[in-house]
């Protein structure tokens, strides 16, 4: 296995000696990644396709390429005000003297990576990690061989090894990875692994920013028609075969949609993917593992009582294709209804009122993406007040992951932390708060011996 320790004290060296990059030499090195980026993009779609066995090169600039660019675009257009000190205001008491922070990088940065969006993962955070000022070290995951070897090759184009390393390997590297002094630790992945990372750094009190899973719910109002919402939900539930950690998980459903929902919701499938059969535009599952972890929820739910509803047809599918499948009936006993999915299977759950929907939602852990689509106002302030999750998006699912000027997060076990523009350039920074004195000062007037003079200013300081 990779000696993981060796490049991690050099750089932890090196981040002492040099800790404060300017604004220009950062501003360069995001510079040289958007370019190097471009100049391999077509191999990074390739790579990345080749590592799921067959994912939609389409997908991988919308959803990964893009939004990597973009946010690196916002980055270097904010990133002089980012670093400006921070005025803060002085107490009275305090006065004539004043308050800054100033933000400083915090020196040598790890970020594990998971296999779904290997691109956007990857690099999203290190853009934010760079911004800061920071070294980086990225363990990325072996599922995905090909995109590690092109992103090495892009790194290389960019930067030394001792400013941006990238290290492969096995879960046994990644707990080496995990238990490393890091001064941040950025984690992207499952729920039960992050438990885990989380572990591993407080043995060093590293501060952690994970980005977990869960179930990410969507409700539906009763105000659209079934044909809306369909369309709304499952580009969603269907984009990357849905291995995504905000694709919806499961749909509330109002009862009276429950008999023509699955009709909808095949049309929809259909005008997204007229063929699912040698449609490039349809993701493979990214292993045969996960497709028959995937196989097995299905098979679980059915021997439960569920009823599962394909949406396309299964003629010509490839061992890692999986169709799209609405799941009618579901109950808490099945596996399907515990676990995060990952894939295209939509489990739908009929209520009643839109409390009985808030209140399955809240009886469950607090997710990492909430889904409404609804137009009423007040439908959507209740859904704001009364649930808890990491983020939401209105009348769509995912879309608010890509606002730059957002924080992205989780909440409880969907997470811990913020990532994505400033919120990102702050999470690698100390913050840290500097008090000027000036020389002519009250100060004096607080100081030993007490007596008199001081009983008096206390008095007046403590007055209610």
């Known amino acids: 296995m990779l000696d993981v320790h060796a490049p ?23 510079r040289r990644l958007a370019a190097a980026l471009l100049a391999h993009q077509q ?48 107490g009275l008491w305090h006065l004539p003297g004043s308050n800054h922070v100033y ?15 290997p691109l956007f993962l990857s690099v999203g955070p290190l853009t934010a990690a760079l911004a800061a000022g920071n070294r980086v070290m990225l363990k990325l995951s072996e599922f995905t061989p090909a995109f590690n070897a092109c992103l090495r090759t892009v790194l290389a184009d ?12 096995d879960a046994g590297l990644a707990a080496a990875f995990a238990a490393l002094p890091f001064d941040h630790l950025l984690f992207t992945g499952s729920t039960a692994v992050g438990r885990k990372v989380m572990a591993a750094a407080a043995a060093n009190l590293t501060p952690v920013t994970l980005e ?19 369309r709304q939900l499952m580009f969603g539930k269907c984009a990357n075969a849905g291995q995504t950690c905000v694709a919806p998980d499961y749909l509330l459903l109002p009862r009276k949609w429950l008999a023509s929902f699955p009709q909808a919701a095949e049309q929809a499938v259909r005008s997204l993917y007229p063929v699912l059969a040698s449609n490039t535009d349809y993701s493979h599952i990214i292993n045969a593992a996960h497709r028959q972890r995937l196989q097995g929820y299905l098979d679980d739910a059915l021997a439960k009582g569920a009823r599962a509803v394909p949406l396309h047809d299964e003629d010509g599918l490839t061992p890692g294709q999986l169709v799209p499948t609405v799941l009618l009936g ?60 990491g983020g939401v998006t209105f009348n769509d699912t995912m879309l608010h992951v890509g606002q730059h000027d957002l924080p992205f997060g989780g909440v409880g076990p969907s997470g811990m932390g913020h990532y994505h523009g400033h919120e990102g350039f702050l999470t690698f920074s100390k913050l840290k708060p500097v008090y000027t004195q000036r020389r002519w000062n009250g100060l004096a007037l607080m100081k030993p011996p007490y007596g008199p003079r001081f009983a008096r200013i206390m008095r007046w300081m403590l007055r209610a």
């Not at 932890?12 to 300017?22: E, I, K, V, Y």
């Not at 899973?213 to 919402?229: C, Q, R, W």
Request: negative net charge; aromatic residues 8%.
């Open 212 to 230: 977990l899973g869960g179930k990410s719910p969507v409700i539906a109002g009763d105000d659209l028609d079934v044909e809306t919402l369909a």
């Open 103 to 117: 933000k400083q990088p915090l020196g040598l940065v790890g970020i594990i990576v998971p296999w779904n969006y």
């Open 8 to 30: 991690f004290q050099h750089m932890h060296a090196l981040s002492r000696s040099q800790p404060t990059p300017d604004l220009m030499a950062r501003r360069q090195a995001l």
């Open 330 to 389: 579901g109950t808490d006993e099945m596996r399907v209804m515990q676990e995060e999915i990952f894939g295209p299977i939509l489990p739908v759950i009929p209520y009643d009122d839109l409390s009985e929907a808030i209140a399955f939602v809240n009886a469950r852990p607090r997710p990492l993406a909430l889904y409404f689509l609804g137009n009423r106002a007040a439908d959507r302030q209740r859904i704001l007040a009364e649930t808890c999750s």
């Open 158 to 169: 960019c930067f030394p090894e001792d400013q941006v390393r990238l290290v492969e390997g």
């Open 43 to 90: 191999g990074l779609q390739y790579a990345i396709s080749q590592d799921f066995g067959g994912r939609s090169p389409h997908e991988t600039q919308l959803l990964e390429l893009f939004p990597t660019l973009d946010g690196i675009r916002h980055t270097m257009k904010h990133l002089k005000r980012w670093m400006q000190p921070e005025r803060r205001s002085t």
